[in-house]
């Protein structure tokens, strides 16, 4: 069975800054990587690297037997705004797509240049099972919500879906 878990690490309503809401963070993953134990972990938004490691280590530390690892995308340098996926490395191996991915990516710019043009917004990664060799492509995604209408929107967000099959096509079995 696979368990994971979703946190959306950003300021959104708190008045808090980073690193009171950090500690917050930190309090939170370890209690719940203690009691349900995710293999998995996917973030977004803004948050130091300082404090993604944090996160790393208290995800290692409160599960017994793992070691997590970070893929993640940078949207912003300024703001630290990221995807990323935590993954336990005791029961995943992961596998390096970065070429297909780009493969996919031109091969759609052939016929539409500006297609998936912030592909910085999203992060793929291929993962196998240590044991029974089960393939699995996560992804993450951050839609650009920001000076962006709902149309565009709309249209970005196609494009992802499309690079997603596109690379999920080039890695299958």
């Known amino acids: 069975m696979i368990s994971a878990l979703c946190i959306n690490l950003g300021k959104g309503k708190t008045e808090l800054h980073e690193p009171e809401r950090s500690s917050k963070v930190d309090d939170f993953v370890q209690n719940v990587a203690s009691e349900y134990k995710p293999d998995i972990v996917f973030s977004q938004d803004a948050y ?20 997590f690892v970070l893929k993640k995308n940078v949207i912003n340098e300024n703001t630290k ?3 990323g996926i935590f993954l336990n490395e005791k029961i995943y191996l992961i596998i390096d797509i970065e070429n ?3 493969k996919v990516l031109e091969n759609k710019r ?3 240049a500006d297609f998936f043009n912030e592909d910085k917004r999203a992060v793929l990664v291929l993962a196998k099972t240590i ?3 089960q ?3 996560l992804s993450s995604f951050h839609a650009k919500k920001n000076k962006i209408n709902d149309p565009q929107r709309e249209k970005h967000i196609i494009e992802f879906f499309s690079y997603l099959e596109g690379v999920a096509e080039r890695v299958k079995p």
């Open 81 to 83: 705004d990221h995807v």
């Open 131 to 133: 044991i029974g060799g």
């Open 48 to 67: 130091a690297t300082k404090h993604l490691e944090k996160i790393t280590t208290n995800l290692s530390n409160n599960i017994e037997g793992s070691r």
């Open 135 to 137: 393939k699995l492509l």
């Open 100 to 102: 297909e991915c780009r």
């Open 110 to 112: 052939v016929d539409n």
